[in-house]
């Protein structure tokens, strides 16, 4: 693996082997190897971040290397110089770099023109670094998802939906996603996933019975702050107590916060399972660090 560039390139394999190495470093955590010793690690971020960002630095830190955090106000970038160019100088300079933008082909671009290991940390389209995550977190929580159905509630085509389709088409689990007509995968998108273990329904109900994953994220993300109309379609597409009425036994729910109280997620779920979504944010450090150490050169 040279890249983490989305779940959609990765193999089944790949991901097992990610999510074995994460929870080894969780585990080991403070005894640490130093697979980045000396390097530095650009993080180049057009989009606000707080789990990412941090989880980034301190795992750069705590294998060794150092991570240089720039805002796209800090470079040129901000000011219209091309990704291809800014890939060219970086790639002379540092040993790796993790971007969070809004295209995906921009992402791609800079694994290119860089010549270094490039991580998504969040694009329009996907965003692996969390899913890998949220599937650490559903190993630990239910031993995996072996027999398991998976629910999301919510945006049905933003970078989370689009990134646990992947995730169910390698690993071949049940994922049922609710979400307004609005916002549901396009017919193409759907067809070139080829993946009959996905299922989309306006119906949240439906997606949440017998579910022992739901998860769920923000209506509008980043990007689509002045969409406001958008989120009246979501009326009745709050993750709470009565939608997890139906949801099996034992069931988790994620969040890959920022989480919107009463909107996405009412207060009550988020705090009766706030050890679970807590739990999910902290494995952003192990799953990225699972990252760093397999694509560190
Ligand atoms: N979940 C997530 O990516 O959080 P941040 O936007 O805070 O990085
Ligand atoms: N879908 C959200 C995820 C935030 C971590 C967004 O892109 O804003």
Same mark, same amino acid.
């Given at each position: 693996?040279?890249?983490?560039?989305?779940?959609?390139?990765?193999?089944?394999?790949?991901?097992?082997?990610?999510?074995?190495?994460?929870?080894?470093?969780?585990?080991?955590?403070?005894?640490?190897?130093?697979?980045?010793?000396?390097?530095?690690?650009?993080?180049?971020?057009?989009?606000?971040?707080?789990?990412?960002?941090?989880?980034?630095?301190?795992?750069?830190?705590?294998?060794?290397?150092?991570?240089?955090?720039?805002?796209?106000?800090?470079?040129?970038?901000?000011?219209?110089?091309?990704?291809?160019?800014?890939?060219?100088?970086?790639?002379?300079?540092?040993?790796?770099?993790?971007?969070?933008?809004?295209?995906?082909?921009?992402?791609?671009?800079?694994?290119?023109?860089?010549?270094?290991?490039?991580?998504?940390?969040?694009?329009?389209?996907?965003?692996?670094?969390?899913?890998?995550?949220?599937?650490?977190?559903?190993?630990?929580?239910?031993?995996?998802?072996?027999?398991?159905?998976?629910?999301?509630?919510?945006?049905?085509?933003?970078?989370?939906?689009?990134?646990?389709?992947?995730?169910?088409?390698?690993?071949?689990?049940?994922?049922?996603?609710?979400?307004?007509?609005?916002?549901?995968?396009?017919?193409?998108?759907?067809?070139?996933?080829?993946?009959?273990?996905?299922?989309?329904?306006?119906?949240?109900?439906?997606?949440?019975?017998?579910?022992?994953?739901?998860?769920?994220?923000?209506?509008?993300?980043?990007?689509?702050? *002045?969409?406001?109309?958008? +989120?009246? !379609?979501?009326?009745?597409?709050?993750?709470? #107590?009565? @939608?997890? =009425?139906? &949801?099996?036994?034992?069931?988790?729910?994620?969040?890959?916060?920022?989480?919107?109280?009463?909107?996405?997620?009412?207060?009550?779920?988020?705090?009766?399972?706030? *050890?679970?979504?807590?739990? +999910?944010? !902290?494995?952003?450090?192990?799953?990225?660090? #699972?990252? @760093?150490? =397999?694509? &560190?050169?």
């Amino acid at each position: 693996m040279k890249h983490l560039l989305s779940i959609e390139q990765l193999s089944a394999r790949e991901i097992q082997g990610l999510l074995e190495s994460a929870a080894h470093l969780k585990l080991q955590r403070g005894r640490d190897g130093r697979q980045l010793a000396g390097q530095t690690w650009a993080l180049i971020f057009t989009k606000s971040s707080t789990r990412t960002r941090v989880s980034f630095e301190v795992g750069i830190r705590e294998l060794g290397g150092f991570p240089m955090f720039l805002s796209k106000n800090d470079i040129q970038l901000g000011r219209g110089e091309p990704i291809k160019d800014t890939a060219r100088v970086l790639g002379r300079m540092v040993q790796g770099a993790i971007i969070r933008t809004y295209a995906q082909q921009d992402v791609t671009e800079f694994s290119e023109y860089s010549g270094v290991p490039t991580i998504n940390a969040l694009t329009d389209d996907e965003h692996p670094c969390q899913i890998l995550a949220d599937l650490l977190t559903v190993r630990e929580k239910l031993g995996g998802w072996e027999g398991r159905k998976i629910a999301f509630v919510g945006d049905g085509f933003s970078n989370m939906t689009r990134s646990w389709m992947w995730a169910a088409k390698r690993l071949g689990f049940e994922l049922a996603i609710a979400s307004p007509a609005s916002c549901q995968p396009p017919a193409a998108f759907l067809a070139n996933l080829d993946a009959p273990n996905v299922s989309i329904t306006a119906d949240p109900q439906s997606a949440v019975r017998d579910a022992h994953v739901i998860n769920t994220d923000v209506w509008l993300s980043m990007g689509q702050e *002045d969409q406001k109309d958008k +989120e009246f !379609e979501f009326a009745g597409f709050e993750v709470n #107590a009565g @939608l997890l =009425a139906s &949801a099996a036994p034992g069931h988790i729910v994620l969040h890959c916060l920022p989480a919107y109280r009463g909107k996405e997620i009412s207060d009550e779920i988020l705090e009766l399972h706030a *050890d679970t979504i807590f739990q +999910e944010a !902290e494995n952003r450090l192990h799953a990225q660090k #699972a990252i @760093l150490v =397999a694509i &560190a050169r």
